[in-house]
């Protein structure tokens, strides 16, 4: 579950944000936990550092936007920070609090659930999650972030990770709609390959850990261009 705080004066402007963050969830299958701050101070004086992630509005009374972020980045230096605001030639300074996007009012859906798909990648490219796999030695838990490709074969799943390999019964075509796999995309049609191990591309192949994996025609463009979102966000 993602822990998200809305700092945001205006009722209207953050009841519409956190309409969006629950459509969002019903979407995307991502459950998230919406905490709406009414202004800077309040925000900060109980800031728990624990959010996945913070919308903070640039004009707002008593402490604004901009003085808020740089207390912010006081308290928590990575937390990701959303700039929302009227102009956006506002958000140009947000670089001087690391910022990692912004969004201009009035909000569109489609705007939002774009930003909050980069988010989330964003988010578990950092950290992974866990994920449970039933093989036939019994139940074994693995982070997402020590999954370095998974391989198809007949109705199996190999999960290559560093160490080892974990074979269950389910089809690649589901997992990779899974939400916890949002930094894996295939490289063809018998590999999902997790981008954070990726170390290069190189013609139709694609290195992953110590692996050098093929890469299909139809999927080299589609993967690429993943590739350079992934490394866009992580840098």
């Not at 979407?27 to 992630?53: C, G, T, W």
């Not at 999927?219 to 866009?232: A, C, M, P, S, V």
Request: aromatic share 12%; proline share 3%.
């Amino acid at each position: 579950m993602l822990k998200i705080a809305i700092v945001e004066d205006e009722a209207d402007a953050a009841g519409t944000l956190e309409d969006f963050l629950h459509r969002y969830e019903k979407e995307n299958n991502q459950p998230l936990q919406v905490f709406r701050h009414k202004n800077a101070v309040i925000f900060l004086n109980n800031y728990p550092s624990d959010y996945d992630m913070v919308f903070m509005d640039i004009d707002m009374p008593f402490m604004d936007g901009m003085e808020a972020s740089r207390k912010l980045r006081e308290l928590d230096s990575q937390v990701p920070l959303i700039f929302v605001t009227n102009l956006a030639q506002m958000a140009i300074k947000g670089y001087e609090v690391h910022a990692f996007d912004f969004v201009v009012k009035p909000v569109s859906y489609y705007d939002f659930a774009m930003k909050m798909d980069k988010l989330c990648r964003y988010i578990e490219s950092r950290r992974g999650v866990e994920v449970v796999l039933t093989t036939g030695k019994g139940l074994v838990g693995l982070n997402t972030q020590d999954i370095t490709y998974i391989e198809t074969q007949g109705h199996q799943l190999i999960y290559h990770t560093r160490e080892c390999k974990y074979t269950v019964y389910g089809s690649l075509k589901q997992l990779e709609s899974n939400p916890k796999m949002v930094t894996f995309t295939r490289c063809n049609a018998c590999y999902l390959v997790n981008l954070r191990h990726v170390r290069k591309v190189e013609g139709y192949t694609v290195l992953v850990g110590e692996e050098t994996l093929e890469m299909s025609r139809p999927k080299r463009k589609d993967f690429i261009q993943r590739l350079n979102e992934y490394w866009g966000e992580i840098t």
